[in-house]
Nanobody, 123 residues
Framework: QVQLVESGGGLVQAGGSLRLSCVASGRTFSSLAMGWFRQAPGKERDFVAAISWSGITNSYRDSVKGRFTISRDNAKNTVYLQMNSLKPEDTAVYYC????????????????WGQGAQVTVSS
Protein backbone atom coordinates (compact mmCIF):
# COMPACT_ATOMS: atom_id res chain seq x y z
CA GLN A 1 0.00 0.00 0.00
CA VAL A 2 1.07 3.56 -0.77
CA GLN A 3 -0.02 6.63 1.15
CA LEU A 4 0.06 10.07 -0.47
CA VAL A 5 -0.24 13.38 1.37
CA GLU A 6 -0.56 16.70 -0.46
CA SER A 7 0.35 20.11 0.90
CA GLY A 8 0.94 23.64 -0.34
CA GLY A 9 -2.54 24.63 -1.44
CA GLY A 10 -4.10 27.95 -0.58
CA LEU A 11 -5.48 31.22 -1.86
CA VAL A 12 -3.60 33.30 -4.42
CA GLN A 13 -4.43 36.19 -6.71
CA ALA A 14 -4.54 35.73 -10.46
CA GLY A 15 -1.03 35.84 -11.88
CA GLY A 16 0.49 34.50 -8.69
CA SER A 17 2.23 31.22 -7.94
CA LEU A 18 1.88 28.20 -5.67
CA ARG A 19 3.86 25.00 -5.26
CA LEU A 20 2.09 21.80 -4.32
CA SER A 21 3.96 18.93 -2.70
CA CYS A 22 3.01 15.27 -2.39
CA VAL A 23 4.91 12.97 -0.05
CA ALA A 24 4.66 9.22 -0.60
CA SER A 25 5.21 6.42 1.88
CA GLY A 26 4.75 2.65 2.00
CA ARG A 27 6.66 1.81 -1.18
CA THR A 28 9.94 2.73 -2.78
CA PHE A 29 9.22 6.12 -4.29
CA SER A 30 11.60 5.74 -7.21
CA SER A 31 9.54 2.80 -8.52
CA LEU A 32 6.39 4.91 -8.95
CA ALA A 33 5.17 7.13 -11.72
CA MET A 34 3.44 10.18 -10.26
CA GLY A 35 0.83 12.63 -11.40
CA TRP A 36 -1.48 15.50 -10.53
CA PHE A 37 -5.20 15.78 -11.24
CA ARG A 38 -7.71 18.45 -10.36
CA GLN A 39 -11.46 18.73 -9.90
CA ALA A 40 -13.41 21.96 -9.84
CA PRO A 41 -16.90 22.19 -8.30
CA GLY A 42 -19.48 20.62 -10.59
CA LYS A 43 -16.86 19.38 -13.04
CA GLU A 44 -15.11 16.11 -13.81
CA ARG A 45 -11.67 15.25 -12.54
CA ASP A 46 -9.07 16.34 -15.09
CA PHE A 47 -5.51 15.29 -15.76
CA VAL A 48 -2.95 18.02 -15.04
CA ALA A 49 0.55 16.54 -15.26
CA ALA A 50 2.51 13.32 -14.86
CA ILE A 51 6.14 12.29 -14.44
CA SER A 52 7.85 8.92 -14.85
CA TRP A 53 9.82 7.16 -12.13
CA SER A 54 13.05 8.36 -13.71
CA GLY A 55 11.87 11.94 -14.11
CA ILE A 56 12.84 11.83 -17.78
CA THR A 57 9.31 11.58 -19.21
CA ASN A 58 6.54 14.01 -18.36
CA SER A 59 3.31 15.34 -19.81
CA TYR A 60 0.85 18.18 -19.23
CA ARG A 61 -2.65 19.11 -20.22
CA ASP A 62 -2.62 21.83 -22.86
CA SER A 63 -4.12 24.52 -20.64
CA VAL A 64 -1.21 24.43 -18.17
CA LYS A 65 1.72 24.02 -20.54
CA GLY A 66 4.24 26.79 -20.02
CA ARG A 67 2.75 27.67 -16.63
CA PHE A 68 2.99 24.48 -14.54
CA THR A 69 6.03 22.28 -13.95
CA ILE A 70 6.01 18.80 -12.43
CA SER A 71 9.17 17.52 -10.79
CA ARG A 72 10.24 14.92 -8.27
CA ASP A 73 12.86 14.41 -5.61
CA ASN A 74 13.25 10.68 -5.07
CA ALA A 75 15.54 11.20 -2.09
CA LYS A 76 12.63 12.94 -0.33
CA ASN A 77 9.86 10.69 -1.72
CA THR A 78 8.19 13.84 -2.99
CA VAL A 79 6.61 15.08 -6.21
CA TYR A 80 5.98 18.78 -6.80
CA LEU A 81 3.72 20.87 -8.97
CA GLN A 82 5.00 24.40 -9.46
CA MET A 83 2.11 26.55 -10.65
CA ASN A 84 2.88 29.97 -12.11
CA SER A 85 0.71 32.60 -13.78
CA LEU A 86 -2.33 31.15 -12.07
CA LYS A 87 -5.78 31.87 -13.46
CA PRO A 88 -9.20 31.72 -11.79
CA GLU A 89 -10.02 28.67 -13.93
CA ASP A 90 -7.19 26.82 -12.17
CA THR A 91 -9.28 26.86 -8.99
CA ALA A 92 -9.88 23.24 -7.96
CA VAL A 93 -9.00 20.51 -5.54
CA TYR A 94 -5.68 19.07 -6.68
CA TYR A 95 -5.01 15.36 -6.16
CA CYS A 96 -1.73 13.52 -6.19
CA UNK A 97 -1.68 10.09 -7.89
CA UNK A 98 0.81 7.21 -8.06
CA UNK A 99 1.12 3.95 -9.97
CA UNK A 100 3.76 1.53 -11.16
CA UNK A 101 2.92 2.40 -14.77
CA UNK A 102 3.27 5.87 -16.21
CA UNK A 103 0.51 5.28 -18.75
CA UNK A 104 -1.92 4.35 -15.98
CA UNK A 105 -1.23 7.64 -14.21
CA UNK A 106 -1.81 9.65 -17.38
CA UNK A 107 -5.07 7.80 -18.01
CA UNK A 108 -6.41 8.54 -14.53
CA UNK A 109 -6.18 4.87 -13.56
CA UNK A 110 -3.59 5.19 -10.83
CA UNK A 111 -3.74 2.73 -7.95
CA UNK A 112 -3.08 5.35 -5.28
CA TRP A 113 -4.53 8.79 -4.61
CA GLY A 114 -4.06 11.52 -2.05
CA GLN A 115 -6.84 13.32 -0.21
CA GLY A 116 -6.50 16.53 -2.20
CA ALA A 117 -5.37 20.10 -1.65
CA GLN A 118 -7.55 23.14 -2.32
CA VAL A 119 -6.19 25.77 -4.69
CA THR A 120 -8.21 28.97 -5.04
CA VAL A 121 -7.25 31.69 -7.50
CA SER A 122 -9.03 35.02 -7.10
CA SER A 123 -9.58 37.51 -9.91
Amino acid sequence: QVQLVESGGGLVQAGGSLRLSCVASGRTFSSLAMGWFRQAPGKERDFVAAISWSGITNSYRDSVKGRFTISRDNAKNTVYLQMNSLKPEDTAVYYCAADGQYRSVVAGKADYWGQGAQVTVSS
